[in-house]
């Protein structure tokens, strides 16, 4: 089989696949291929396999002619409690309230690069860039007038040809275009129709999907044997409307991706151990139906309108700091990914449907070498449980009290690498 239509066999279920779906660093992966899945994410300046161009699009002139075909299983726990709510009639939304009716999500991944001179490489990388889901079996919002189950889900795709273009042996830049593919449907949350511009397009409308265009930027350089750098940058990827829900996020359904960027150094510090760090900056206030805090509603501004209410996320800033260490066949890795918290407590009520919460994730990861065509890769990754207690967080027209919101996840991945 030729290599073309390898690439084409693989990509063709990563497209099609249902399911995709995480929570990580807001709703951003914590890293891109497995090899950097566990090492907490790195790779701006330490590309690791074919999926580098996700990362920086640099990195793809130093990984050489390969092709990675992976999946990650995805486990995320999460839910809500609410507490001190008080309706008229004495109805309450009080209660704990799990949102695991779905656990499990599968995640492939698939890269290729190929060296088309000594100065330059082109490749193409699929992989799920993010995603949310919850799926609440008892509905929270029941109290408020909602009926059956509560939940959304989105799924972000991309798409990312790439070109790398080495300016000498030790510096490159590079250039990918993301293509991007994202469904998402709602649920459960009928009681927000009265504050909707198109209350008909707010819920329970199915699944909805568009499409739309971005380009990530990078650079890759080694200033000394030992000591690489790196830096990558992403523009905001501007997506088609969600027709179907333009009643709920602002700009008629608009939910374009932000833009993000970040910078890394990777040291050798001796022939068998490789210290990396990244530092990077994810700007989802940038995005109305993601960034607009729920106050916005109570100054005449409608869910799905210009300046509607969104989740009230801020900018997160990620630090990542991964180890790897070669052992005969094999190459061990671990790191450890800190970020700042997007949601503010006086946010919790609607992202109680968002719990992006996590700050911490711990990673670990092995490679085997399975001889100089081929290379077995693993990683497992725990997000640690991050509450965020609200305050102030459930407005007085919804009975007022608080809401406060969980999540913690497992992520566990295996790829293959084929080195030609």
Avoid: C
């Avoid at 696949?17 to 090899?35: D, E, I």
């Avoid at 726990?77 to 656990?103: F, H, K, Q, V, W």
């Avoid at 900018?315 to 700091?321: G, Q, R």
Wanted: proline share 5%; net charge neutral.
């Amino acid at each position: 089989m030729r290599i073309r239509q390898i690439v084409q066999a693989a990509i063709l279920p990563v497209v099609l696949v249902p399911g995709l779906a995480l929570a990580t660093n807001g709703y951003f992966s914590h890293g891109f291929g497995v090899k950097s899945q566990g090492i907490a994410g790195v790779g701006i300046a330490l590309p690791q396999d074919a999926l580098a161009a996700a990362t920086n699009p640099a990195g793809t002139a130093f990984v050489g002619n390969r092709l990675d075909i992976g999946a990650t299983l995805f486990r995320p726990s999460r839910g809500a409690e609410i507490s001190g709510n008080n309706l008229p009639g004495g109805a309450t939304a009080n209660g704990s309230y799990d949102a695991n009716d779905t656990r499990n999500f599968l995640i492939p991944e698939i890269g290729y690069v190929r060296r088309l001179s000594p100065q330059l490489a082109a490749g193409v990388a699929v992989y799920g860039n993010g995603g949310m889901n919850t799926d609440y079996g008892s509905n929270p919002f029941r109290a408020f007038g909602a009926s059956g189950s509560a939940g959304i889900n989105l799924e972000q795709l991309f798409i990312s040809p790439s070109l790398a273009y080495k300016l000498n042996e030790n510096h490159a830049l590079g250039l990918a275009v993301n293509f991007a593919y994202q469904r998402f449907k709602a649920e459960g949350i009928g009681p927000f129709a009265g504050s909707s511009a198109a209350p008909d397009s707010l819920t329970n409308r199915g699944v909805d999907s568009s499409s739309g265009w971005g380009f990530r930027l990078g650079y890759t350089g080694k200033l000394t044997p030992e000591l690489s750098i790196g830096a990558t940058w992403a523009s905001k990827t501007r997506m088609g409307n969600f027709d179907k829900y333009k009643g709920l996020f602002a700009e008629d359904g608009g939910f374009d991706i932000p833009a993000n960027y970040g910078i890394g150094v990777a040291w050798q510090a001796n022939s068998a151990l490789t210290l990396a760090v990244d530092a990077q900056r994810i700007e989802y206030s940038d995005i109305k139906s993601v960034g607009t805090p729920i106050s916005t509603l109570f100054s005449g501004n409608l869910f799905g309108s210009s300046n509607g209410p969104g989740f009230g996320w801020k900018d997160v800033t990620v630090a990542k700091l991964g180890v790897s260490y070669e052992w005969r066949d094999w190459t061990w890795r671990a790191g450890y990914s800190h970020a700042s918290q997007p949601i503010l407590a006086d946010q919790t009520f609607l992202n109680i449907l968002a719990p992006g919460a996590i700050q911490d994730h711990l990673s670990l990861g092995a490679t085997w070498n399975l001889g100089k065509d081929g290379e077995l890769s693993l990683a497992y990754t725990h997000g640690f449980k991050k509450t965020v207690k609200g305050s102030g967080s459930i407005p007085a027209a919804y009975g007022g009290g608080e809401a406060d919101i969980h999540l913690s996840e497992d992520i566990l991945g295996i790829a293959y690498g084929w080195k030609f």
